[in-house]
């Protein structure tokens, strides 16, 4: 599948990047918040990902946290840092989820807390429930990545709303 090219009406202003960096997301007025807001085309320049298929295993949940991650991470270095994480790891390693049986992002999240977040090249995806110890030696890798904060936005499971989530990726 091929990702449409944004419309060009929606190239958001490279000058609102750092507007609300930081800013806890009950002082953003939602009335100052631009109506488009695209991260794939920020002055002509993208900090996302390139989507990827993930096959016949059930690892959208860790495909989303993995995604957000390395955009987070982009956001975060002015697109300098572009490091592609495992999403084999968290599949075949997380003993909080299933696996391609399935699972959930806060608990991609908690695993990764706790563990590193390893680079993609260290264990390559596989659409399968690959051994955990397939992984490379990433002790190798100098830099280190790992989530300092993960939950619910809102609180809890379906506390959240379309306002916050968008505060929450102007802010984050």
């Given amino acids: 599948h091929r990702t449409p090219e944004p ?4 190239v958001t202003d490279p000058n609102e990047i750092t507007k609300y960096i930081n800013t806890p997301i009950n002082e953003i007025d939602e009335k100052t918040l631009p109506l488009n807001w695209d991260w794939r085309n920020v002055g002509g320049e993208s900090y996302v990902s390139e989507p990827e298929e993930q096959g016949d295993c059930g690892s959208c949940y860790t495909f989303s946290t993995i995604f957000s991650l390395e955009s987070r ?5 002015h697109n300098k840092d572009k490091t592609r994480f495992s999403i084999q790891f968290p599949i075949s390693c997380n003993f909080y989820s ?15 807390s706790e563990f590193e977040i390893i680079p993609r090249e260290c264990f390559e995806y596989t659409q399968s429930n690959n051994k955990c110890s397939n992984v490379c030696d990433y ?3 100098p830099k280190k990545y790992i989530v300092s904060d993960y939950g619910y936005l809102g609180g809890f499971y379906g506390g959240t709303s379309e306002v916050m989530m968008m505060k929450e990726i102007r802010a984050r």
Avoid: N
Wanted: net charge negative.
């Fill in 139 to 141: 002790e190798q890798y």
């Fill in 73 to 77: 991470l982009r956001v975060k270095t």
């Fill in 7 to 10: 419309d060009s009406q929606y």
């Fill in 98 to 112: 299933e696996g391609c049986d399935g699972g959930y992002p806060i608990l991609v999240g908690k695993f990764l």
